[in-house]
T-cell receptor
Framework: DAGITQSPRHKVTETGTPVTLRCHQT?????MYWYRQDPGHGLRLIHY???????DKGEVSDGYSVSRSKTEDFLLTLESATSSQTSVYFC?????????????FGPGTRLTVL | QKEVEQDPGPLSVPEGAIVSLNCTYS??????FMWYRQYSRKGPELLMY????GNKEDGRFTAQVDKSSKYISLFIRDSQPSDSATYLC??????????????FGRGTQLTVWP
Protein backbone atom coordinates (compact mmCIF):
# COMPACT_ATOMS: atom_id res chain seq x y z
CA ASP A 1 0.00 0.00 0.00
CA ALA A 2 2.72 2.44 -1.09
CA GLY A 3 4.06 3.14 2.41
CA ILE A 4 0.74 4.27 3.84
CA THR A 5 -0.68 3.13 7.13
CA GLN A 6 -4.00 4.00 8.70
CA SER A 7 -5.00 3.67 12.32
CA PRO A 8 -7.11 2.35 13.76
CA ARG A 9 -8.12 -0.22 11.15
CA HIS A 10 -11.46 -0.84 12.80
CA LYS A 11 -13.43 1.26 15.24
CA VAL A 12 -16.87 1.11 16.80
CA THR A 13 -18.07 4.23 18.57
CA GLU A 14 -21.25 5.82 19.79
CA THR A 15 -23.21 8.73 18.37
CA GLY A 16 -21.98 12.07 19.64
CA THR A 17 -18.43 11.05 20.49
CA PRO A 18 -15.42 12.59 18.74
CA VAL A 19 -13.28 10.26 16.65
CA THR A 20 -9.85 10.82 15.12
CA LEU A 21 -8.42 8.72 12.31
CA ARG A 22 -4.75 8.85 11.45
CA CYS A 23 -2.96 8.46 8.15
CA HIS A 24 0.81 8.04 8.15
CA GLN A 25 3.01 7.91 5.04
CA THR A 26 6.68 7.16 4.56
CA UNK A 27 6.87 8.34 0.92
CA UNK A 28 7.41 12.04 1.68
CA UNK A 29 4.58 12.86 -0.72
CA UNK A 30 3.27 16.39 -0.59
CA UNK A 31 -0.44 15.80 -1.18
CA MET A 32 -2.72 13.78 1.07
CA TYR A 33 -6.43 13.04 0.83
CA TRP A 34 -9.23 11.58 2.89
CA TYR A 35 -12.06 9.70 1.15
CA ARG A 36 -15.05 7.78 2.34
CA GLN A 37 -16.47 4.78 0.49
CA ASP A 38 -20.12 3.80 0.76
CA PRO A 39 -22.23 1.35 -1.23
CA GLY A 40 -23.94 3.12 -4.09
CA HIS A 41 -21.74 6.20 -3.83
CA GLY A 42 -18.24 5.04 -4.56
CA LEU A 43 -15.31 7.06 -3.27
CA ARG A 44 -16.01 10.63 -2.22
CA LEU A 45 -13.44 13.22 -1.24
CA ILE A 46 -13.78 14.63 2.29
CA HIS A 47 -10.72 16.87 2.70
CA TYR A 48 -7.29 17.15 1.20
CA UNK A 49 -3.94 18.71 2.02
CA UNK A 50 -1.39 20.21 -0.34
CA UNK A 51 1.27 20.79 2.28
CA UNK A 52 1.90 21.10 6.00
CA UNK A 53 -0.88 23.20 7.51
CA UNK A 54 -2.47 23.65 4.06
CA UNK A 55 -5.83 21.93 3.79
CA ASP A 56 -9.10 22.38 1.93
CA LYS A 57 -12.57 20.89 1.72
CA GLY A 58 -13.77 18.20 -0.62
CA GLU A 59 -17.32 17.36 -1.66
CA VAL A 60 -18.52 15.82 1.64
CA SER A 61 -16.70 17.83 4.32
CA ASP A 62 -19.59 18.65 6.68
CA GLY A 63 -18.99 17.15 10.12
CA TYR A 64 -15.30 16.53 9.47
CA SER A 65 -12.13 18.47 10.17
CA VAL A 66 -8.51 17.73 9.34
CA SER A 67 -5.06 18.71 10.46
CA ARG A 68 -1.60 18.25 9.07
CA SER A 69 1.27 19.34 11.30
CA LYS A 70 3.89 17.11 9.66
CA THR A 71 4.43 15.95 6.09
CA GLU A 72 3.91 12.33 7.06
CA ASP A 73 0.71 12.62 9.10
CA PHE A 74 -2.82 13.64 8.11
CA LEU A 75 -5.55 13.42 10.75
CA LEU A 76 -9.27 13.24 10.13
CA THR A 77 -11.59 14.17 13.02
CA LEU A 78 -15.28 13.53 13.28
CA GLU A 79 -16.26 16.23 15.73
CA SER A 80 -19.44 14.51 16.91
CA ALA A 81 -19.95 11.18 15.19
CA THR A 82 -23.33 10.37 13.64
CA SER A 83 -24.66 7.11 12.22
CA SER A 84 -24.46 8.59 8.72
CA GLN A 85 -20.67 8.66 9.14
CA THR A 86 -20.51 4.89 9.35
CA SER A 87 -18.29 4.12 6.40
CA VAL A 88 -14.91 2.92 5.24
CA TYR A 89 -12.36 5.74 5.24
CA PHE A 90 -9.37 5.74 2.93
CA CYS A 91 -6.34 7.95 2.97
CA UNK A 92 -4.51 8.60 -0.30
CA UNK A 93 -1.26 10.30 -1.21
CA UNK A 94 0.23 11.77 -4.36
CA UNK A 95 3.69 13.22 -5.03
CA UNK A 96 2.81 16.80 -5.89
CA UNK A 97 1.42 19.23 -8.45
CA UNK A 98 2.57 17.45 -11.58
CA UNK A 99 1.32 14.07 -10.33
CA UNK A 100 -1.62 15.10 -8.19
CA UNK A 101 -4.02 12.75 -9.94
CA UNK A 102 -1.74 9.74 -9.46
CA UNK A 103 -3.03 8.77 -6.05
CA UNK A 104 -2.09 5.78 -3.94
CA PHE A 105 -4.42 4.51 -1.28
CA GLY A 106 -3.97 3.15 2.20
CA PRO A 107 -5.65 0.01 3.57
CA GLY A 108 -8.68 1.83 5.01
CA THR A 109 -10.39 2.26 8.37
CA ARG A 110 -13.77 0.67 8.92
CA LEU A 111 -15.80 2.92 11.23
CA THR A 112 -19.13 2.01 12.76
CA VAL A 113 -21.14 4.63 14.62
CA LEU A 114 -23.90 3.14 16.79
CA GLN B 1 -26.68 12.98 -13.06
CA LYS B 2 -23.39 11.83 -11.59
CA GLU B 3 -20.32 13.03 -13.41
CA VAL B 4 -19.06 9.47 -13.80
CA GLU B 5 -21.35 6.53 -14.43
CA GLN B 6 -20.28 2.92 -14.02
CA ASP B 7 -22.42 -0.19 -14.04
CA PRO B 8 -21.90 -1.88 -10.65
CA GLY B 9 -22.52 -5.37 -12.03
CA PRO B 10 -21.90 -7.93 -10.69
CA LEU B 11 -20.11 -9.42 -13.66
CA SER B 12 -19.27 -13.13 -13.60
CA VAL B 13 -17.12 -14.77 -16.30
CA PRO B 14 -15.24 -18.05 -16.75
CA GLU B 15 -11.48 -18.19 -16.54
CA GLY B 16 -9.84 -17.24 -19.86
CA ALA B 17 -12.65 -14.93 -20.96
CA ILE B 18 -12.12 -11.40 -22.23
CA VAL B 19 -13.62 -8.91 -19.81
CA SER B 20 -14.83 -5.47 -20.81
CA LEU B 21 -15.45 -2.83 -18.13
CA ASN B 22 -16.79 0.59 -19.00
CA CYS B 23 -17.50 4.07 -17.70
CA THR B 24 -19.18 7.09 -19.18
CA TYR B 25 -18.77 10.67 -18.08
CA SER B 26 -20.35 14.03 -18.67
CA UNK B 27 -17.57 16.56 -18.01
CA UNK B 28 -15.69 17.30 -21.22
CA UNK B 29 -12.85 18.84 -19.18
CA UNK B 30 -11.66 15.41 -18.00
CA UNK B 31 -8.27 14.63 -19.51
CA UNK B 32 -6.72 12.01 -17.23
CA PHE B 33 -8.30 8.60 -16.83
CA MET B 34 -7.46 5.91 -14.32
CA TRP B 35 -8.53 2.41 -13.45
CA TYR B 36 -8.18 1.11 -9.94
CA ARG B 37 -8.54 -2.47 -8.73
CA GLN B 38 -9.88 -3.09 -5.26
CA TYR B 39 -9.82 -6.47 -3.58
CA SER B 40 -12.32 -7.15 -0.84
CA ARG B 41 -11.53 -5.21 2.34
CA LYS B 42 -8.43 -3.62 0.79
CA GLY B 43 -7.57 -0.17 -0.50
CA PRO B 44 -7.85 0.68 -4.22
CA GLU B 45 -4.72 -0.07 -6.23
CA LEU B 46 -3.81 2.02 -9.28
CA LEU B 47 -3.92 -0.29 -12.28
CA MET B 48 -3.87 1.86 -15.42
CA TYR B 49 -3.37 5.54 -16.16
CA UNK B 50 -4.00 7.24 -19.51
CA UNK B 51 -3.99 10.77 -20.79
CA UNK B 52 -6.51 12.00 -23.35
CA UNK B 53 -7.80 9.67 -26.07
CA GLY B 54 -6.25 6.43 -27.28
CA ASN B 55 -5.19 3.03 -26.01
CA LYS B 56 -2.68 1.90 -23.46
CA GLU B 57 -1.64 -1.69 -22.94
CA ASP B 58 0.02 -3.30 -19.93
CA GLY B 59 0.27 -7.06 -20.05
CA ARG B 60 -3.23 -8.52 -20.11
CA PHE B 61 -4.83 -5.12 -19.50
CA THR B 62 -5.79 -2.53 -22.12
CA ALA B 63 -7.26 0.86 -21.28
CA GLN B 64 -9.15 2.71 -23.99
CA VAL B 65 -10.37 6.29 -23.98
CA ASP B 66 -12.82 7.81 -26.47
CA LYS B 67 -13.20 11.46 -25.54
CA SER B 68 -15.57 12.18 -28.41
CA SER B 69 -18.06 9.71 -26.91
CA LYS B 70 -17.05 10.41 -23.28
CA TYR B 71 -16.48 6.70 -22.82
CA ILE B 72 -13.62 4.73 -21.31
CA SER B 73 -13.02 1.00 -21.20
CA LEU B 74 -10.76 -1.51 -19.52
CA PHE B 75 -10.22 -4.85 -21.24
CA ILE B 76 -8.78 -7.85 -19.44
CA ARG B 77 -7.54 -10.67 -21.66
CA ASP B 78 -7.19 -14.27 -20.51
CA SER B 79 -8.93 -13.43 -17.24
CA GLN B 80 -7.81 -15.28 -14.13
CA PRO B 81 -9.53 -15.99 -10.81
CA SER B 82 -7.00 -13.60 -9.24
CA ASP B 83 -8.61 -10.81 -11.30
CA SER B 84 -11.76 -11.14 -9.17
CA ALA B 85 -12.13 -7.72 -7.57
CA THR B 86 -14.02 -4.46 -7.88
CA TYR B 87 -12.76 -2.19 -10.65
CA LEU B 88 -13.13 1.55 -10.21
CA CYS B 89 -12.76 4.10 -12.94
CA UNK B 90 -11.57 7.57 -12.02
CA UNK B 91 -10.87 10.74 -13.93
CA UNK B 92 -9.64 14.27 -13.46
CA UNK B 93 -9.64 17.55 -15.32
CA UNK B 94 -5.96 18.15 -14.82
CA UNK B 95 -3.20 18.88 -12.43
CA UNK B 96 -1.77 21.97 -10.87
CA UNK B 97 -4.48 24.19 -9.52
CA UNK B 98 -7.09 21.44 -9.47
CA UNK B 99 -4.82 19.45 -7.16
CA UNK B 100 -5.69 16.25 -8.96
CA UNK B 101 -9.30 16.14 -7.85
CA UNK B 102 -10.52 12.68 -8.85
CA UNK B 103 -14.05 11.72 -9.76
CA PHE B 104 -14.79 8.04 -9.25
CA GLY B 105 -17.31 5.65 -10.67
CA ARG B 106 -19.13 3.39 -8.22
CA GLY B 107 -17.09 0.37 -9.27
CA THR B 108 -17.90 -2.87 -11.08
CA GLN B 109 -17.65 -6.11 -9.13
CA LEU B 110 -15.99 -8.85 -11.23
CA THR B 111 -15.82 -12.56 -10.45
CA VAL B 112 -13.73 -14.90 -12.60
CA TRP B 113 -14.59 -18.51 -11.89
CA PRO B 114 -12.24 -21.43 -12.61
Amino acid sequence: DAGITQSPRHKVTETGTPVTLRCHQTENHRYMYWYRQDPGHGLRLIHYSYGVKDTDKGEVSDGYSVSRSKTEDFLLTLESATSSQTSVYFCAISPGPDDADTQYFGPGTRLTVL
Amino acid sequence: QKEVEQDPGPLSVPEGAIVSLNCTYSNSAFQYFMWYRQYSRKGPELLMYTYSSGNKEDGRFTAQVDKSSKYISLFIRDSQPSDSATYLCAMSAGRGSTLGRLYFGRGTQLTVWP
